[in-house]
């Protein structure tokens, strides 16, 4: 491992020091809406510094510096949340419209700014104001329009701050999907089913609610929930079948990486804090990294584009990051319905009216539709069933005030002590989060963060009948999670995994759907063994490409012989192997596809009843190799001979996918021969095949699987689908030290430098650095824009 990081520490630090020495390019901009002059420096990676009089003014050119960069990303962004996207399109939108209305905040806007941060209102509405005043200038022909734009013949819309906190349904709530998709494979298949697709943490059998028939579950339920929350598509909207409730068992292979070390085992003496959240890879990035700058205000990090501030990053006093916590924030409802009345709902023995919401969808070029929206006391009601008189809703912390997606990151932004970040968290809402911190005093520190429903008799891994016996009982109080301030040991990491200390009160249920340990474990083993750990040795780590998962299988193989040349040469590789998913790796090759496509589904087709296992898209290996590993029962009397059976035709299955893919020489054989990155844009289908061709970013090769710390989680095609969108390492002290890379690049716009020059840092570890002091920006400016109120 040293060697490892020695080699990716040269190639970190010989970015970080190479700066352009170019006069910059000088600009004066008019704009409508700004108080006072200000400045934005654009450096040579794409980072926009904003210097502002004012709070208002900085959080305003925000704004107007995002839309500057991300207009159509945003303003689409904006539509599907607001259920507007037919307004722009066309009339097949409605029905994704309709789903997405059901999830808006509905209620009291006085109490949903007070939850966050004084100020915070403010800083929305100057926010809004400066996209505002960019698409003003859009409009006008002064600013140019983003080719999206005509390739859909629509315009960009005018925001209120209220749109930004009302759209839910981006926040990464858990697990009405998973109740369902539960339910109906307990249905076919029975609990063995379940225990064989997914793994629970800690381990747990699922409890079928009293007066629950799993076998009821309707396949289409969770549809508007899946258009509600979904992407845009404009090559059509999903066919019900896509919508269906199959099942999959690697917890979506969206999550995070995060640690911060003491100042005690850093070269420095003083804190590194790292973070890379892993989403779904896109063309423009998902998140936008900035930095705002005015008296009372200094930021600088990443952030989801169309909402103020940064959700991780530091503010010169301290540094603060985030991962996924899997707290289990949501519920199916299932209601039996009056014979006859499709709107009322039986509750603790009386019938219930539905609370019925009416609205009016806005057509492009035709009469706007009209629309109902129906809710219960538990939430909106996403399917209803005529012919069997039940119907189904989701309650969701979304319906509270204060549950806007990464808002509450506005109580972080001026905090610069533990305490300080502690009452943060104490505001979060969603996404449930693993929250860390390091200051300048050296304090480091972890909590879990997030509204925790009580559910005080059932475990919440299933639906439940909305009947009244099933109630949350409030939510635990914030300081009931879980927490850590300066730890022996001298650091902290989380990576989605179930970190609830062993002695945490047993009374606090908090989810069972975590991750696989394999990053967490993979982060310990570095972290453990090192000491004077430097910003460039942090940032190789996010490059490490070690699969635990893969050495567990390789475990398995003991013995085991091959029955051909092929088998014995792949079984030779493996043993051989240490475990590094290099994209020039054949064994990473064999053993990667192995566990994404092949070792699950194998599994599943010994242990799982022949009518359940179509509902199974993707059989958790974390869960089948627990199986193995422990001898479950589920494997039948014989476990050591199912075991052995279900590895050598899994094995099979694996070289003939490969033979496929790649040929039979298996010496030319490697993982990214078949594991590969390829982003297109929203819009791809709507363009000409040059013009597609040219804003396609790869497909090229990449290391890391789904459980590698340098995440590149597969699909079902073992194309990388999802990793970290953004990396950054934060030297707590010497701020300009700190490192970053936004994967593909900062800018949305093709004809920009900066739309794709991040992909080959991120595919080969090389760095940015995230300048901070005004000197240091001045020094790698490579363009400067002066700001002027307009007149």
Same mark, same amino acid.
């Given at each position: 491992?040293?060697?490892?990081?020695?080699?990716?520490?040269?190639?970190?630090?010989?970015?970080?020091?190479?700066?352009?020495?170019?006069?910059?390019?000088?600009?004066?901009?008019?704009?409508?809406?700004?108080?006072?002059?200000?400045?934005?420096?654009?450096?040579?990676?794409?980072?926009?510094?904003?210097?502002?009089?004012?709070?208002?003014?900085?959080?305003?050119?925000?704004?107007?510096?995002?839309?500057?960069?991300?207009?159509?990303?945003?303003?689409?962004?904006?539509?599907?949340?607001?259920?507007?996207?037919?307004?722009?399109?066309?009339?097949? =939108?409605?029905? !994704?419209?309709?789903?997405?209305?059901?999830?808006?905040?509905?209620? #009291?806007?006085?109490?949903?700014?007070?939850?966050?941060?004084?100020?915070?209102?403010?800083?929305?509405?100057?926010?809004?104001?400066?996209? #505002?005043?960019?698409?003003?200038?859009?409009?006008?022909?002064?600013?140019?329009?983003?080719?999206?734009?005509?390739?859909?013949?629509?315009?960009?819309?005018?925001? $209120?701050?209220?749109?930004?906190?009302?759209?839910?349904?981006?926040?990464?709530?858990?697990?009405?999907?998973?109740?369902?998709?539960?339910?109906?494979?307990?249905?076919?298949?029975?609990?063995?089913?379940?225990?064989?697709?997914?793994?629970?943490?800690?381990?747990?059998?699922?409890?079928?609610?009293?007066?629950? /028939?799993?076998?009821?579950?309707?396949?289409?339920?969770?549809?508007?929930?899946?258009?509600?929350?979904?992407?845009?598509?404009?090559?059509?909207?999903?066919?019900?079948?896509?919508?269906?409730?199959?099942?999959?068992?690697?917890?979506?292979?969206?999550?995070?990486?995060?640690?911060?070390?003491?100042?005690?085992?850093?070269?420095?003496?003083?804190?590194?804090?790292?973070?890379?959240?892993?989403?779904?890879? %896109?063309?423009?990035?998902?998140?936008?990294?900035?930095?705002?700058?005015?008296?009372?205000?200094?930021?600088?990090?990443?952030?989801?584009?169309?909402?103020?501030?940064?959700?991780?990053?530091?503010?010169?006093?301290?540094?603060?990051?985030?991962?996924?916590?899997?707290?289990?924030?949501?519920?199916?409802?299932?209601?039996?319905?009056?014979?006859?009345?499709?709107?009322?709902?039986?509750?603790?023995?009386?019938?219930?009216?539905?609370?019925?919401?009416?609205?009016?969808?806005?057509?492009?070029?035709?009469?706007?539709?009209?629309?109902?929206?129906?809710?219960?006391?538990?939430?909106?009601?996403?399917?209803?069933?005529?012919?069997?008189?039940?119907?189904?809703?989701?309650?969701?912390?979304?319906?509270?005030?204060?549950?806007?997606?990464?808002?509450?990151?506005?109580?972080?932004?001026?905090?610069?002590?533990?305490?300080?970040?502690?009452?943060?968290?104490?505001?979060?809402?969603?996404?449930?989060?693993?929250?860390?911190?390091?200051?300048?005093?050296?304090?480091?520190?972890? %909590?879990?963060?997030?509204?925790?429903?009580?559910?005080?008799?059932?475990?919440?891994?299933?639906?439940?009948?909305?009947?009244?016996?099933?109630?949350?009982?409030?939510?635990?109080?914030?300081?009931?999670?879980?927490?850590?301030?300066?730890?022996?040991?001298?650091?902290?990491?989380?990576? #989605?995994?179930?970190?609830?200390?062993?002695?945490?009160?047993?009374?606090? !249920?908090?989810?069972?759907?975590?991750?696989?340990?394999?990053? =967490? /474990?993979?982060?310990?083993?570095?972290?453990?063994?090192?000491?004077?750990?430097?910003?460039?040795?942090?940032?190789? *780590?996010?490059? /490490?490409?070690?699969?635990?998962?893969?050495? $567990?299988?390789?475990?398995?193989?003991?013995?085991?012989?091959?029955?051909?040349?092929?088998?014995?040469?792949?079984?030779?590789?493996?043993?051989?192997?240490?475990?590094?998913?290099?994209?020039?790796?054949?064994?990473?090759?064999?053993?990667?596809?192995?566990?994404?496509?092949?070792?699950?589904?194998?599994?599943?087709?010994?242990?799982?009843?022949?009518?359940?296992?179509?509902?199974?898209?993707?059989?958790?290996?974390?869960?089948?190799?627990?199986?193995?590993?422990?001898?479950?029962?589920?494997?039948?009397?014989?476990?050591?001979?199912?075991?052995?059976?279900?590895?050598?035709?899994?094995?099979?299955?694996?070289?003939?996918?490969?033979?496929?893919?790649?040929? &039979?020489?298996?010496?030319?054989?490697?993982?990214?021969?078949?594991?590969?990155?390829?982003?297109?844009?929203?819009?791809?289908?709507?363009?000409?095949?040059?013009?597609?061709?040219?804003?396609?970013?790869?497909?090229?090769?990449?290391?890391?699987?789904?459980?590698?710390?340098?995440?590149?989680?597969?699909?079902?095609?073992? !194309?990388?689908?999802?990793?970290?969108?953004?990396?950054?390492? *934060?030297?707590?002290?010497?701020?300009?030290?700190?490192?970053?890379? #936004?994967?593909?690049?900062?800018?949305?716009?093709?004809?920009?430098?900066? =739309?794709?020059?991040?992909?080959?840092?991120?595919?080969?570890?090389?760095?940015?650095?995230?300048?901070?002091?005004?000197?240091?920006?001045?020094?790698?400016?490579?363009?400067?824009?002066?700001?002027? &109120?307009? $007149?």
């Amino acid at each position: 491992m040293a060697k490892r990081l020695r080699a990716f520490t040269v190639i970190a630090m010989a970015l970080s020091t190479t700066v352009s020495h170019a006069q910059p390019v000088s600009e004066t901009w008019d704009v409508r809406g700004l108080k006072a002059p200000a400045e934005i420096i654009v450096d040579r990676w794409g980072l926009a510094h904003i210097y502002a009089a004012s709070t208002q003014d900085a959080y305003f050119l925000q704004g107007y510096n995002v839309a500057r960069d991300r207009l159509w990303q945003i303003d689409l962004w904006r539509k599907r949340g607001l259920g507007l996207l037919s307004e722009s399109f066309s009339e097949a =939108y409605v029905e !994704q419209d309709r789903a997405a209305r059901l999830f808006l905040y509905r209620g #009291n806007m006085a109490h949903e700014w007070k939850r966050y941060a004084p100020g915070a209102r403010g800083s929305y509405e100057a926010f809004v104001s400066g996209i #505002n005043a960019y698409v003003d200038e859009v409009r006008a022909g002064r600013k140019p329009m983003p080719r999206e734009f005509a390739l859909t013949d629509s315009a960009p819309a005018h925001w $209120r701050a209220e749109d930004v906190v009302r759209i839910r349904s981006h926040a990464l709530v858990l697990n009405a999907q998973s109740e369902v998709q539960r339910a109906r494979l307990i249905c076919k298949g029975g609990m063995e089913a379940a225990r064989a697709v997914q793994r629970l943490y800690p381990d747990h059998t699922p409890q079928v609610p009293e007066g629950l /028939d799993p076998c009821v579950i309707d396949g289409e339920v969770m549809r508007d929930y899946v258009l509600g929350t979904g992407p845009v598509s404009f090559e059509g909207l999903p066919k019900p079948a896509e919508t269906a409730s199959a099942v999959s068992g690697d917890g979506g292979m969206e999550g995070s990486n995060n640690w911060v070390i003491a100042g005690t085992r850093t070269a420095t003496g003083r804190p590194i804090l790292a973070n890379d959240p892993h989403r779904a890879l %896109t063309v423009p990035s998902l998140r936008y990294v900035v930095h705002i700058e005015a008296p009372g205000l200094s930021l600088i990090g990443a952030g989801e584009p169309g909402v103020p501030g940064v959700s991780f990053g530091h503010n010169g006093k301290g540094a603060f990051g985030l991962t996924i916590f899997s707290t289990d924030q949501e519920d199916v409802y299932l209601y039996d319905l009056q014979p006859g009345r499709s709107d009322t709902y039986r509750y603790r023995g009386r019938w219930e009216k539905m609370r019925i919401v009416r609205e009016m969808i806005p057509v492009k070029g035709g009469k706007a539709v009209a629309v109902e929206l129906p809710f219960t006391r538990h939430g909106p009601v996403i399917h209803r069933n005529a012919a069997d008189n039940r119907a189904y809703a989701i309650r969701s912390v979304w319906s509270q005030p204060g549950t806007s997606a990464y808002a509450a990151a506005s109580w972080l932004a001026g905090a610069s002590s533990w305490e300080d970040f502690r009452k943060a968290a104490d505001h979060w809402g969603t996404p449930p989060l693993n929250l860390i911190w390091a200051d300048e005093g050296g304090t480091i520190g972890w %909590t879990a963060a997030g509204l925790t429903p009580v559910r005080p008799n059932w475990d919440g891994l299933l639906p439940v009948p909305g009947d009244g016996r099933f109630e949350w009982n409030g939510f635990l109080a914030p300081r009931r999670l879980p927490s850590v301030m300066n730890p022996a040991q001298g650091w902290i990491a989380t990576a #989605n995994e179930r970190n609830v200390p062993k002695d945490h009160p047993a009374d606090v !249920q908090i989810g069972f759907e975590f991750a696989d340990r394999s990053r =967490y /474990d993979r982060l310990a083993q570095i972290l453990s063994g090192a000491e004077r750990v430097s910003v460039a040795d942090a940032a190789a *780590m996010q490059m /490490d490409t070690r699969d635990l998962s893969a050495l $567990r299988l390789v475990a398995l193989l003991g013995g085991m012989k091959g029955w051909d040349a092929d088998s014995e040469t792949a079984l030779r590789l493996m043993r051989e192997w240490d475990g590094d998913a290099r994209a020039d790796s054949a064994a990473a090759a064999i053993a990667s596809t192995w566990l994404a496509s092949h070792l699950g589904r194998t599994l599943v087709s010994h242990v799982v009843r022949p009518e359940a296992q179509a509902l199974v898209t993707r059989a958790s290996a974390d869960a089948a190799l627990h199986a193995f590993e422990a001898g479950d029962p589920l494997l039948g009397p014989d476990a050591a001979a199912t075991t052995q059976a279900v590895l050598k035709e899994g094995l099979a299955a694996t070289l003939d996918d490969l033979r496929t893919r790649l040929g &039979p020489d298996m010496a030319r054989w490697t993982w990214g021969g078949v594991h590969q990155i390829e982003l297109k844009p929203s819009t791809a289908a709507l363009e000409g095949v040059d013009a597609r061709a040219s804003l396609t970013v790869g497909p090229l090769p990449v290391g890391g699987t789904g459980t590698t710390v340098a995440l590149a989680a597969p699909g079902k095609d073992l !194309q990388a689908l999802h990793g970290p969108s953004v990396r950054i390492v *934060m030297d707590v002290g010497d701020w300009d030290k700190s490192l970053f890379m #936004n994967m593909p690049g900062q800018s949305a716009d093709p004809a920009s430098p900066h =739309y794709r020059d991040f992909l080959s840092g991120w595919l080969e570890g090389r760095f940015a650095p995230m300048t901070y002091t005004r000197p240091a920006v001045e020094k790698a400016a490579a363009r400067v824009i002066a700001l002027k &109120p307009a $007149r």
